[in-house]
């Protein structure tokens, strides 16, 4: 049983197979939280405590008792209005702008399989895998009434939340933070770990210690953003990759978020993550209800390592859909990097003729293809093939590239315009732009107002035709600026418009994926934007980051692999020195890195030499190898390639008999001593064998004492820096 109720329907239990999570509603009807951690029976009531703090609110039922504060206690979803001055979940006003609620237990149903959510991404699972609690808490003012949604997943240890709030009242009601969850830890003193980025260097962790304050992540830029992840991690402070307690809680949402930690006077601990507070206000009119987006939480006592997991089969089984989700991908070269837009029909020809003889799978057509689109100053919005550049039809070409046994992929920017666009001389109020007020330019581009059906009806109709038309496998799927000016034309109160528009995107997404169940799509936004939970429900995978240096990949893929399987990660080998910061990393450790999530080429062939041909060859050759392995298979962090000279991390297959082992030098020294890499994940008690060398090693002394890895400098190629080992390992029966 995932759900147990017991004490007459008021203590509630989530049970997963290695965690406990517990509620109780107390005899005010204030839903107090009770336990999140380790699996553990009985009732954790014991760990409330009452005292008489100085100076702390009392609800006003608490009469005279001076020790009920809710200032103190914790709470399963902290409202404003309840003398809980500590960060809300929700905080909800009336139209003359007083704030106030106070939210009671009225009752809760427990249901068998996955709640899902209105036109929001969320987690899914067969009826027997999961089930739900809706706990359903009431406004003793009247104004809201707030159920509380709880997916319970035991086998990947997942429990999801999300919250509605339904105004119960005869007037408006407007919602200025609605959260979709919260976790008080009335003990522990914990480390948040982040991830902070920018463009070209997304997902960079770091690690902080809750003090007394309130630590604050987010993104106020419409999607989730480069510059902080919407994931978090709560450790305890001696928490390491392989050892210790942490939670995660990562939100399925592609728009703007906020998450914090922090600890109160009390030395509690406060963790909440939900939509950003800014740019939001949202109003309800009597009987309509509001939908928060779904968080994952999860929780593991053996370290990252263990959480990651959790995340990665969550996403990878649960969020991710489609005919490709346990599919491996096809080799792809992108067109991007190759030739930018200056191309016309015969170069991607050309590129497809060296692609096939390298043994790469598909082409993907890149920006350029469509409108008057020869630099990126014009013809987003004019999803209209440009013939005369390409030389002729898009069905021809994309006949001539499947002729030659290849896949046909495009890229596309759906969300946005350029001033210098028909569509925009057609439509200039379908951009987002605020009247009486010069717009703000990103890339010389602006947003479509996605939260306007018809906007979004007509770019999904000028999209599908040119799919279409060109009998694509594959579409990527951009977004190549934030959202500055809010406003839209049609919006009743322009409170609700960043909410409005991602829902907006989620629907022509699901459109899509309805009508092509075979294309596969990959999202992108400047690289990795847009790397969210709530992306990947509809797109299996999201180009990682518009860098390709495989020394700055790995690092990015270092961090995103935190919370998101190798197998949605996109990657490609690119030329070097590489166009984005001019580094020159051996072919081998750009395909190794690539190799490492879902893999592909973005580069012109003609450039390459001959031996670099030939090394493609074999590359791709290996990666299909150890494709399934990379996509199914259990990932292991071995070493922090920021801090160490070594970047090392592992893939095993879930069945243990197999383990694919990578090592990526970082540094060079004259007379450098041998590395010893401890392996992990591998079965206790057997041994493996190196699939090259023969070598026979004891699993547990690889993990223990580790696999000495020293990497020597080759005579050729006469560059020693970034050399890598790659080594495949079987099970011995
Ligand atoms: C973004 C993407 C790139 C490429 C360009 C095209 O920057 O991240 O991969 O598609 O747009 O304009």
């Known amino acids: ?26 005899e005010k009807d204030v839903l107090l939280h009770l336990y999140y951690g380790a699996e553990s029976g009985g009732s954790a009531e014991y760990l409330l405590t009452a005292a008489d703090r100085g100076y702390a609110s009392n609800i006003y039922d608490a009469g005279e008792d001076r020790t009920y504060s809710l200032d103190a206690l914790p709470q399963e979803y902290p409202v404003s209005g309840t003398g809980d001055m500590r960060s809300p979940a929700l905080i909800v006003r009336t139209e003359d702008g007083t704030e106030g609620c106070d939210l009671r237990f009225k009752g809760f149903r427990v249901l068998d399989g996955k709640y899902g959510l209105k036109g929001l991404p969320a987690v899914y699972a067969e009826e027997k895998e999961a089930q739900t609690l809706e ?30 709030v339904r105004n119960i009242s005869e007037q408006k009601v407007i919602l200025e933070k609605v ?142 859909r489609g005919s490709w989700r346990d599919r491996v991908r096809p080799v792809l070269l992108n067109s991007w990097e190759a030739f930018y837009m200056d191309f016309d029909g015969a170069d991607i020809l050309a590129l497809a ?27 987003l919005g004019d999803w209209f093939v440009n013939e005369h550049k390409l030389g002729g039809k898009l069905g021809d070409l994309s006949r001539l590239i499947h002729e030659k046994g290849l896949l046909f992929g495009l890229w596309v920017e759906p969300e946005m315009v350029n001033e210098d666009s028909d569509l925009f001389r057609e439509h200039p109020d379908w951009a987002m732009t605020i009247p009486g007020r010069k717009p703000v330019l990103g890339r010389n581009q602006l947003v479509l107002d996605f939260s306007r059906q018809e906007v979004v009806d007509e770019i999904y109709n000028r999209i599908c035709r040119v799919l279409d038309e060109g009998n694509v496998d594959y579409l990527k799927w951009d977004f190549n600026r934030s959202i500055a000016d809010v406003f839209s034309r049609t919006a009743s109160y322009q409170g609700k418009v960043l909410y409005d528009y ?51 990949r790995l690092r990015i893929q270092y961090g995103t692999s935190f919370g998101y399987p190798a197998g949605c990660v996109g990657a490609h080998v690119s030329i070097v020195p590489n166009e984005q910061n001019g580094r020159i990393t051996p072919l081998s450790t750009r395909g ?32 299909n190898r ?50 010893y890499v401890r392996l992990n994940g591998l079965q206790k008690g057997a041994s493996y064998v190196d699939e090259a060398t023969g070598k026979v090693y004891p699993a ?23 050399l890598s080992v790659q080594i495949f390992l079987k099970k011995l029966d």
């Open 502 to 552: 991602v829902l907006g995107l989620y629907d022509f997404l699901e459109r899509l994926v309805q009508r092509y169940p075979d294309m596969l799509i990959e999202g992108c936004a400047g690289g990795g934007g847009r790397f969210d939970a709530g992306m990947l429900y509809y797109t299996p995978q999201i180009w990682c980051s518009d860098n390709s240096d495989a020394i700055d």
């Open 592 to 623: 190794i890195t690539a190799m490492s999530g879902t893999f592909g080429y973005e580069l012109n062939p003609e450039k390459l030499t001959d031996l670099e041909k030939r090394e493609i060859r074999q590359q791709i050759v290996r990666r």
């Open 353 to 379: 003729e060296q692609a096939k003889s390298l043994g790469i799978e598909m082409i993907v057509m890149d920006d350029g293809w469509f409108g008057d689109r020869n630099d990126d100053l014009r013809g």
């Open 626 to 675: 150890f494709a399934e392995i990379i996509l199914k298979g259990d990932y292991y962090r071995l070493t922090d390639p920021v801090s160490s000279d070594l970047a090392a991390w592992m893939f095993v297959s879930r069945d243990g008999k197999e383990a694919l082992l990578n090592v990526v030098n970082l540094e060079i020294h004259g007379n450098r001593p041998v590395s």
């Open 135 to 164: 706990i359903v808490l009431e406004d003793a003012g009247g104004l809201v009434e707030v159920t509380l949604l709880y997916g319970v997943l035991p086998d990947p240890d997942i429990i999801t939340r999300s919250v509605l």
């Open 1 to 26: 049983m995932s759900v147990r109720i017991e004490e007459d329907g008021r203590l509630f239990t989530l049970q997963t197979c290695h965690t406990s999570y517990q509620m109780k509603a107390d």
């Open 179 to 320: 959260l979709s969850a919260n976790l008080d830890f009335p003990y522990g003193s914990f480390d948040l770990i982040t991830f902070f980025g920018r463009h070209a260097m997304e997902r960079c962790p770091e690690r902080t210690h809750v003090g007394h304050m309130e630590l604050r992540v987010g993104s106020r830029r419409g999607h989730s953003s480069h510059q902080l992840n919407p994931m978090m991690i709560l450790a305890d402070q001696e928490t390491t990759e392989r050892a210790g307690s942490c939670y995660a809680m990562q939100f399925v949402y592609s728009g703007g978020f906020c998450g914090s930690a922090g600890r109160d006077q009390f030395d509690q601990t406060r963790m909440q993550l939900g939509l950003m507070q800014e740019k939001f206000s949202y109003p309800l009119e009597p009987g309509e209800i509001f939908t928060a987006p779904e968080v994952i939480m999860t929780f593991s006592a053996e370290g990252f390592t263990g959480l990651s997991r959790n995340l990665h089969d969550c996403i990878r089984t649960h969020i991710c």
């Open 700 to 722: 547990d002394m690889l993990m223990q004492a580790g696999m000495p890895v020293l990497i020597t400098v080759p005579a050729f190629p006469p560059t020693g820096e970034y």
